[in-house]
C-alpha cells in the first residue's frame, strides 16, 4: 500500500534531521536532569487532576480562553525559556509589561490555579510547571490528544521586558520565524506545528488591519487574501479594538481546519498565510491539511519539545508562592 505524501515527506524531513544530529545531540533533544513525570507522585499526586478540572471549569464558561493559556505558555517559554517568568508583574521592567505582551491573558486563572494547589500542597507546584500543564489541558479539552508531560521546573527570579521585544508579532518573514524557532531548539516542522494552535484562537482586527486597505503602501488590500474572506473581514473590523477569529470555519474546535484554510489564501496573519507559499513549509502545511492525525501527533510533539527549552530545575531557580512575585 502507497504511504500518503504528506507523511512520506515529514519522513524523510525527520530522517535528515536525525542524520544531521547524529554525531552532536544538540542539548534540547538530551533528557533534562531534574524533570519526571512522576516529579509530584508524592509531593502533590493530585497536581494534574487539580488543574485539568479548572481548564475544564474555565473553558466551559469561555471556550476562548483555551488559546489564550496555550499563548501565555508559549510567551513564556520563547522569552529565555520555559521558567514562568512572564508571569511576574513588576510594572514596566517584567515581561508582562512589554508591547508584545499586552494582549496577553490568563494571568488571573494561572494565579487562582497556583491558589489552589497551595492549600493542597503548600510551596510545591512550580508556577511554569503549571503553565505547562495548564496548556497541554487547555488544548485537549478543545479537541487535541492528551500528552505526557515531565516535571519539575523551577520559577526564574528574573523577567526582563526588553527580552520579550524579540517575540514574532504576525509579520515576520517565514526565514525569520524559522531562524527564531531554531534558536528554542524547533524545528521547521515544530513552527508549522504550533502555529497550528491558530485553529482556537481570535486576534484583534488592530493587529491584521494593514492587510485590508493600503497594503503596503498600495492603496488597495492584500492581493493574498481569498475575495470573499476579505469582504467578511472588512465587514467584522468595523473597529480595530473588534476581535475575530483565526480560524474562519471552525473556531471553536481543535482541528487542522487552519491549514486547510491557509491553502485557500484565508490566512489570518501574514504569517500564517506566508507559510503555504514559501518552499520550507508549505509542504509542511500541505501535510498537517490533508491528515489530521499527523497534525494532532506533530502539534503534541512540539508542545513536549516547547516545554523542555531552557528550563531551570534544582536550585536553579525558585517555588513561588505566588505566581505574580519572587520569594
Not at 503555504?276 to 489530521?292: C, E, F, M, Y
Amino acid at each position: 500500500m502507497a504511504r500518503p505524501m504528506g507523511l512520506l515527506y515529514l519522513t524523510l524531513l525527520f530522517s535528515v534531521f536525525t542524520i544531521a544530529i547524529a554525531d552532536d545531540t544538540p542539548a534540547y533533544l538530551l533528557p533534562v536532569d531534574g524533570l519526571d513525570a512522576d516529579y509530584y507522585k508524592t509531593s502533590c499526586p493530585d497536581m494534574e487532576a487539580i488543574i485539568q478540572r479548572m481548564v475544564k471549569k474555565l473553558l466551559k464558561d469561555d471556550y476562548t480562553y483555551g488559546a489564550s493559556l496555550i499563548r501565555l505558555h508559549f510567551h513564556d517559554c520563547a522569552v529565555a525559556g520555559c521558567d514562568g517568568s512572564i508571569l511576574l508583574d513588576i510594572p514596566n521592567i517584567s515581561e508582562k509589561y512589554a508591547p508584545v505582551s499586552a494582549t496577553l491573558r490568563g494571568f488571573g486563572f494561572i494565579e487562582d490555579v497556583k491558589a489552589s494547589l497551595e492549600e493542597k500542597c503548600p510551596r510545591t507546584v512550580s508556577c511554569a510547571d503549571i503553565l505547562t500543564a495548564v496548556a497541554r489541558d487547555a488544548a485537549h479539552v478543545t479537541g487535541a490528544p492528551y500528552w505526557s508531560l515531565k516535571y519539575g521546573r523551577k520559577d526564574s527570579r528574573i523577567s526582563l521586558l526588553e527580552q520579550a521585544n524579540a517575540l514574532p508579532m504576525g509579520r515576520e518573514s517565514i526565514t525569520d520565524l524559522i531562524m527564531y524557532f531554531q534558536s528554542m531548539g524547533l524545528s521547521p516542522v515544530d513552527l508549522v506545528s504550533l502555529q497550528g494552535a491558530h485553529t482556537i484562537g481570535r486576534s484583534s482586527c488592530k493587529s491584521f488591519a494593514q492587510r485590508l486597505s493600503n497594503y503596503q503602501g498600495t492603496n488597495g488590500a492584500d492581493p493574498t487574501l481569498n475575495d470573499q474572506y476579505l469582504n467578511y473581514l472588512k465587514r467584522k473590523c468595523s473597529k480595530d479594538s473588534e476581535y475575530t477569529e483565526l480560524d474562519a470555519t471552525t473556531p471553536t474546535i481543535f482541528d487542522n481546519a487552519y491549514y486547510k484554510n491557509l491553502q485557500n489564501n484565508m490566512g489570518l496573519l501574514e504569517t500564517d498565510q506566508k507559510m503555504w507559499v514559501d518552499s520550507r513549509t508549505g509542504p509542511i502545511v500541505k501535510a498537517l491539511a490533508n491528515q489530521q492525525n499527523l497534525f494532532y501527533a506533530q502539534f503534541g510533539a512540539a508542545m513536549v519539545k516547547l516545554s523542555l527549552s531552557n528550563v531551570l530545575t534544582k536550585d536553579e531557580g525558585e517555588v513561588r508562592i505566588k505566581c505574580s512575585a519572587v520569594l
